[in-house]
């Protein structure tokens, strides 16, 4: 059974930068594709980010590219997501997810994900 810690959450001003982590145990992390999701009060939990087992595919939603990165390092069964730039509409619920590879493919979807996080507050004041 995989399970996944997020860290790295916090209160910042707008324009300012986090780093989310997201420390995977009970799995074979190199197979996994990984992603971020996101929920604001009221809203279904969002895409926000994946990446493929080899890190070679990435993919992103529209409203975060050029501002987010995201990222896994095997070695520390870690993946994580550089957030620059903030504004008020990334504040949310960010969440980690992980599923067994298909090749390079990504998901988008949530349902396309098995095992989640319990998730790590990200709050940007204007």
């Known amino acids: 059974q995989v399970q996944l810690v997020e860290s790295g959450g916090g209160s910042v001003q707008a324009g300012a930068s986090l780093k989310l982590s997201c420390v995977a145990s009970?799995?074979?992390?190199?197979?996994?594709?990984m992603g971020w999701f996101r929920r604001t009060p009221g809203k279904e939990r969002e895409f926000v980010a994946g990446i493929s087992w080899s890190a070679g595919n990435t993919a992103y939603t529209n409203s975060v590219k050029g501002r987010f990165t995201i990222s896994k390092d095997n070695a520390k069964n870690t993946m994580y997501l550089q957030m620059n730039n903030l504004n008020s509409a990334d504040t949310a619920v960010y969440y980690c997810?992980?599923?067994?590879?298909?090749?390079?493919?990504?998901?988008?979807?949530?349902?396309?994900?098995?095992?989640w996080g319990q998730g790590t507050q990200v709050t940007v004041s204007s």
């Open positions: 997810a992980a599923v067994p590879a298909t090749r390079g493919y990504v998901g988008i979807q949530e349902t396309e994900y098995d095992y």
């Open positions: 009970g799995g074979t992390f190199t197979f996994y594709t």
